[in-house]
């Protein structure tokens, strides 16, 4: 199973709402990703957590809060956004690791809207 | 700062050429390399992972090589397929289970 599911696949929400984006793998995997697309651009990385513990924040603004509860779930909880943050949020996982084992797979992504 | 560049930004082809995808990064300390495809409003498709220490990986009709110290990659899709329409993505990793840097992508168009 070489699957990284994401749930919702479409999210709409209030800036004034609360809301969590959920991925989920059973590859094993102890590196997990969060990462924002916007239309037309690349993606750009978020969080790494790696053995359930935030390796990596690259600045991003305290209103997206990440959790890892255990080795195969990542959330992204989302506080008062703004509707410059409607993007397509991307998980993906890889498992740390020489030869192969460090390619990253990626979930389908949840779609959010601020409105 | 890895800067990571990808040419051309759009290609069309017709149906059964022989195509080259390319790759340029700015800092050759790479941990690995990986091509990507993304068909729109979907996720990322691993096609193929190049470790630093690799010149080339082989996956069907796709190879991929490497080199580091000129800081090249390329993506050769042979017999392109107009199922193949979807924008490539190269990314470089610095570090294990670390930073990535996307390139922006090669959006290829496959006309039947």
């Known amino acids: 199973d070489t699957e990284v599911t994401q749930t919702p696949k479409h999210l709409v929400m209030g800036m004034t709402n609360k809301k969590s984006l959920k991925c989920e793998q059973h590859?094993?995997?102890?590196?997990m990703y969060w990462y924002k697309q916007k239309a037309k651009k690349p993606p750009e990385l978020m969080f790494v957590?790696?053995?359930?513990?935030?390796?990596i924040n690259e600045s991003v603004p305290s209103r997206f809060s990440p959790e890892c509860p255990n080795s195969s779930l990542l959330n992204l909880h989302l506080h008062a956004l703004q509707p410059e943050d409607s993007a397509l949020y991307l998980c993906?996982?890889?498992?740390?690791?020489?030869?192969?084992?460090?390619?990253?797979?990626f979930g389908p992504g949840t779609r959010l809207t601020v409105l | 700062k890895q800067e990571v560049t990808q040419i051309p930004a759009a290609l069309s082809v017709p149906e059964g050429e022989n195509l080259v995808l390319n790759c340029s990064f700015t800092?050759?300390?790479?941990?690995?390399l990986q091509w990507f495809r993304q068909d729109p409003g979907k996720g990322l498709t691993s096609l193929l992972l190049?470790?630093?220490?690799?010149r080339e990986q082989t996956s069907g009709r796709l190879n991929a090589s490497l080199d580091k110290s000129s800081g090249r990659s390329t993506l050769y899709i042979a017999a392109s397929q107009p199922g193949d329409s979807a924008t490539y993505l190269c990314?470089?990793?610095?570090?294990?289970?670390?930073?990535?840097?996307f390139g922006d992508g090669t959006t290829l168009t496959v006309k039947p």
């Open positions: 800092d050759s300390a790479i941990y690995n």
């Open positions: 957590y790696s053995y359930e513990k935030l390796s």
């Open positions: 190049i470790q630093s220490s690799q």
């Open positions: 993906a996982s890889s498992s740390p690791g020489r030869g192969r084992n460090n390619e990253q797979f």
């Open positions: 990314a470089v990793f610095n570090t294990n289970a670390g930073k990535s840097t």
């Open positions: 590859m094993g995997h102890r590196a």
